[in-house]
């Protein structure tokens, strides 16, 4: 007991001496752990007489007392010290624009569809949807395609082996043309729609897939010509393209459900070994390449219709959504599009946010 005034002494010496939060924990454990001084010294109680212990004591306890004190006093300012040094360490500048969070990206195909939506939609232009699992007199026999044509083969359209209530064998549609039937049927005439989706064909190399996206526009209307194709067509693409020096080149075609039927082309500049589309494609280093089919819609699929072609007639259009995004945004690979690489949607993803406006510019991106 003679040595308790000086191990205090030392304790409360070295626990102000203590720089780290560690040196402190091991000073509280040589003292008040289960072998430390403080604690020994409160188990030799046991073995004093009462007037030792009356006498004795009250010394070791204030010692534990004022060890335990100390070591609290010093890790708190320790504590306090660390984190002032952190706060001088880690100031923000305020005026600093805050860290972009993460956020989703929109698929080109999306963003595209949003775009062709906003164009269409200012040249009155209203989007329609039908079913993707359509049956065949939709699909092929109302767009005057008859049973012998080869787009109805196994290998080149998904049937499935069960047929509808009326019959029909049932398919995934292989364009959305079909929406063009089912609108005229059910709204009537005039009618100026678009119809953007989904569709299928039985066919996979390097520039095609089995599903992609197309758009198809239908016009009917009294007194519907040509020239009304030609200027909607190239009013969209310039808009699309975002280019005033788009020229078109109208080559004659076959389609069944068009008559007449043109193939539109559209001019483009090699730039560095890459297409650009527009100018003239009989310019010098410029050439001509297909974007879409179109014509005149034929009598008989306005008949189908439950039109009169006598009183009405219209145009129609069509073309890959797809393909349209490999051109405005110079992608090379139509595989790509659906690979589910985050790297690549990540490079020509777009914000979510941005969307297109006529006004804005229908290609924002982020």
């Known amino acids: 007991m003679e040595n308790l005034d000086q191990q205090q002494a030392a304790t409360l010496a070295a626990i102000a001496e203590a720089g780290t939060p560690e040196a402190v924990e091991a000073i509280r454990v040589s003292a008040l752990g289960k072998q430390g001084w403080v604690s020994a010294l409160l188990k030799s109680l046991g073995g004093m007489t009462p007037d030792q212990r009356q006498s004795e004591g009250p010394k070791i306890h204030a010692a534990r007392e004022a060890v335990t004190a100390a070591l609290a006093d010093r890790k708190n300012a320790l504590e306090s010290a660390a984190l002032e040094a952190r706060l001088a360490a880690e100031t923000v500048d305020l005026s600093l624009p805050a860290p972009q969070a993460p956020r989703g990206s929109v698929h080109p195909v999306s963003q595209v569809m949003d775009e062709l939506a906003e164009i269409f939609a200012d040249m009155g232009f209203a989007a329609a949807s039908g079913p993707e699992i359509e049956d065949d007199w939709h699909n092929f026999t109302a767009l005057n395609m008859p049973e012998t044509h080869p787009a109805r083969a196994m290998h080149d359209t998904f049937y499935f082996p069960d047929k509808d209530a009326e019959g029909r064998s049932m398919l995934l549609r292989t364009h959305t ?44 209307d009294k007194g519907i010509h040509l020239g009304h194709l030609k200027w909607t067509l190239e009013t969209f693409l310039k808009a699309f393209f975002e280019r005033d020096d788009i020229v078109l080149r109208l080559r004659p075609s076959y389609f069944p459900f068009t008559e007449p039927s043109v193939e539109v082309d559209v001019g483009y500049t090699l730039i560095n070994g890459k297409r650009v589309v527009g100018g003239s494609g009989d310019a010098e280093n410029g050439g001509w390449m297909e974007v879409l089919g179109s014509g005149m ?44 690489d985050v790297r690549w949607l990540g490079h020509y993803g777009f914000g979510a946010l941005d969307v297109p406006t006529l006004s804005g510019g229908v290609g924002v991106r982020s």
């Open 177 to 220: 043309s079909p929406v063009q039937i089912r609108s005229m049927i059910a709204q009537g005439a005039p009618i100026r729609i678009i119809a953007p989706g989904r569709v299928y064909r039985s066919d996979s190399d390097a520039t095609h897939t089995p599903m992609f996206h197309q758009i198809e526009g239908l016009v009917i």
């Open 297 to 340: 819609v034929n009598r008989k699929v306005i008949e189908f219709g439950g039109l009169d072609p006598d009183e009405w007639q219209g145009f129609a259009f069509g073309t890959g959504v797809d393909r349209l995004a490999m051109l405005k945004y110079g992608m090379d690979d139509l595989r790509a599009f659906f690979d589910g």
